[in-house]
């Protein structure tokens, strides 16, 4: 349910690097179930770095970025902080939602 808006700077988008992006950042789509745009823009600096960055748009809008002597291999960082953000978000809804009786109050009212 992810469309995928890649950018590049200093480097041409190849099919390779769409696959791997669209591929990686898939494992994301498990904590939302509407169409979400997710936005990503790789570059090469001159010094031989490259950079990947993506901002993925849930409830609350969530950016990661990277920066190694590898592409792919900031894609991979870029989602790891990704997927550690999501699931934060996901752990602070679960216990917002959760009814916060204590357990010794619901035992005495049986015994009243």
Known sequence: ???????????E????????????LSVLEK???KPVTVTVNVRTYPNGEAKAEATLPLKKTLHAEDRSRD???SIDKVVEKLD???RR????????EQDHTALKDLFRQDYK
């Open 71 to 73: 592409l792919y291999d």
């Open 84 to 86: 550690r953000q999501a």
């Open 13 to 24: 988008v190849t099919e390779a690097i769409k696959a791997s992006v669209q591929e990686k």
């Open 1 to 11: 349910m992810f469309k995928f808006q890649i950018h590049g700077e200093n480097i």
């Open 31 to 33: 904590y939302t179930d």
């Open 89 to 96: 978000l996901k752990t602070q809804k679960l216990k917002h």
